[in-house]
């Protein structure tokens, strides 16, 4: 398992700032948010409009010995067909960024709105076809209260695209709202877990969503089920975005979790 950490838990800082602050902590891949409207660093279709743009990104990656593991345009959702055709639009321009930037794969999801199910298997099969067409996947993250939001419905999706690109962001805060462990999960979407969120889910704690080290949370479990399913892929840190909290340190709280739960493996 690989660590990496989405710039979204560093949006207060240029993305110069937040690759060097990742690798001095020992990341080693960074998940690009691009997630129009929510503290993204750059929107996603200026982005792919602007080839110097992206050279820089992809010159400061290389300046801090990093890769990008995926870029995050979350998601597919319109309430008119106007509104949803530029959101498949932006998505479609973030596979263009990632193509750019090397990453293999693309993040999103499928929020309420009021968009039919058959739109979003259209969507989501287009997508899988461009991303196929630049060496790339699309990983559908299920959230809690979305249309894909459970496990039976990330299966129906599945089904319905049909299309061997498609694949999932495994985010287990999502999972846990539902009650649901995240081994059991793990082993019954096997292989098509292709990219995770390292992501807490302790509402009664400060920074709820911060990955601090417990075993037993629900991403301390997360990580111990990815480790016995021998998960080769990225676990990417993330946290809801907290506009008052301190970038660097919740990114050295997060490393000090993750280097704890692996001492605890490696003893």
């Given at each position: 398992?690989?660590?990496?950490?989405?710039?979204?838990?560093?949006?207060?800082?240029?993305?110069?700032?937040?690759?060097?602050?990742?690798?001095?902590?020992?990341?080693?891949?960074?998940?690009?948010?691009?997630?129009?409207?929510?503290?993204?660093?750059?929107?996603?279709?200026?982005?792919?409009?602007?080839?110097?743009?992206?050279?820089?990104?992809?010159?400061?990656?290389?300046?801090?010995?990093?890769?990008?593991?995926?870029?995050?345009?979350?998601?597919?959702?319109?309430?008119?067909?106007?509104?949803?055709?530029?959101?498949?639009?932006?998505?479609?321009?973030?596979?263009?960024?990632?193509?750019?930037?090397?990453?293999?794969?693309?993040?999103?999801?499928?929020?309420?709105?009021?968009?039919?199910w058959a739109q979003l298997v259209s969507a989501t099969r287009l997508l899988c076809n461009e991303a196929a067409e630049c060496g790339m996947r699309v990983a559908v993250e299920a959230e809690y209260g979305y249309p894909v939001g459970t496990p039976e419905e990330?299966?129906?999706?599945?089904?319905?695209?049909?299309?061997?690109?498609?694949?999932?962001?495994?985010?287990?805060?999502?999972?846990?709202?539902?009650?649901?462990?995240?081994?059991?999960?793990?082993?019954?979407?096997?292989?098509?877990?292709?990219?995770?969120?390292?992501?807490?889910?302790?509402?009664?704690?400060?920074?709820?969503?911060?990955?601090?080290?417990?075993?037993?949370?629900?991403?301390?479990?997360?990580?111990?089920?990815?480790?016995?399913?021998?998960?080769?892929?990225?676990?990417?840190?993330?946290?809801?975005?907290?506009?008052?909290?301190?970038?660097?340190?919740?990114?050295?709280?997060?490393?000090?979790?993750?280097?704890?739960?692996?001492?605890?493996?490696?003893?």
């Open positions: 398992m690989k660590w990496g950490l989405t710039t979204l838990i560093a949006h207060r800082y240029s993305l110069d700032r937040c690759f060097r602050e990742a690798a001095e902590l020992g990341f080693s891949f960074v998940e690009l948010n691009l997630v129009r409207g929510y503290y993204a660093h750059a929107n996603a279709m200026q982005l792919a409009d602007d080839p110097a743009w992206m050279e820089h990104i992809a010159g400061l990656l290389q300046k801090y010995g990093l890769r990008c593991s995926s870029v995050d345009c979350h998601g597919l959702f319109g309430n008119t067909p106007e509104e949803f055709q530029y959101n498949l639009d932006y998505i479609r321009a973030g596979i263009r960024v990632g193509h750019a930037l090397a990453a293999p794969i693309l993040i999103t999801s499928c929020p309420k709105s009021a968009a039919t990330v299966e129906r999706l599945f089904d319905d695209v049909a299309h061997p690109a498609l694949g999932i962001n495994f985010d287990p805060s999502h999972y846990s709202r539902l009650g649901l462990k995240p081994l059991d999960l793990l082993r019954r979407f096997g292989d098509r877990v292709i990219h995770v969120h390292a992501k807490e889910y302790l509402p009664e704690n400060p920074f709820p969503t911060r990955y601090l080290g417990d075993e037993t949370s629900p991403c301390g479990e997360m990580l111990s089920a990815l480790d016995v399913l021998n998960y080769q892929g990225v676990a990417s840190a993330e946290t809801l975005a907290d506009p008052e909290a301190d970038p660097s340190e919740a990114m050295r709280q997060i490393m000090q979790g993750l280097k704890l739960w692996e001492s605890r493996k490696k003893g």
